[in-house]
């Protein structure tokens, strides 16, 4: 039972272009979100997160919006960089006594070509 | 400053083994979660602790995973005895709150023979 989906396994973009990757949540206890990135033989860094009550936050070339009705949330960012080129993992919390518990989605590896 | 420490970064070991990783968090964090990632299943969260006291364990796979943390700047996760199946990546991560983004070490890869 797959709580956080990211359907993408991979997305392919030029340097300066838009990327945006994607991801979708069942759980409607869910009200934090984050996305963390990924590079090889490291741990996940977290980038950006989102609170169920903003449906956007800003952070540079970083942008997550989350759309609560349709469960879905989306991190875009402009422009895309060869650095940026990484696995991308959402994640979410449910509030209460399991807001320290994070459900990770299975990750989207993100090309960017020079 | 320092980052999640986790030794050793890579184990090979063979099965019936008991296996010890280890993780030193960041200084001044209350929050201390394992973590574990194979092609299978993902990044899931095995056991995470605050305050040094275990809160959440249901994501510990059967009785033969054990984790402590005796202090605020030690946790260990324990499997005895080892299986070939427990081969992944574990991933330590600390916070400072519980709402906070947790912060992750690079990882023990384990391979179990």
Known sequence: ?114 | DAGVIQSPRHEVTEMGQEVTLRCKPISGHDYLFWYRQTMMRGLELLIYFNNNVPIDDSGMPEDRFSAKMPNASFSTLKIQPSEPRDSAVYFCASSLMGYQPQHFGDGTRLSIL
């Open chain 1, 1 to 114: 039972d797959q709580q956080v989906k990211q359907n993408s396994p991979s997305l392919s973009v030029q340097e300066g272009r838009i990327s945006i990757l994607n991801c979708d949540y069942t759980n409607s206890m869910f009200d934090y979100f984050l996305w963390y990135k990924k590079y090889p033989a490291e741990g996940p860094t977290f980038l950006i997160s989102i609170s169920s009550i903003k449906d956007k936050n800003e952070d540079g070339r970083f942008t997550v919006f989350l759309n609560k009705s349709a469960k879905h949330l989306s991190l875009h960012i402009v422009p895309s960089q060869p650095g940026d080129s990484a696995v991308y993992f959402c994640a979410a919390s449910a509030g209460g006594t399991s807001y320290g518990k994070l459900t990770f989605g299975q990750g989207t590896i993100l090309t960017v070509h020079p």
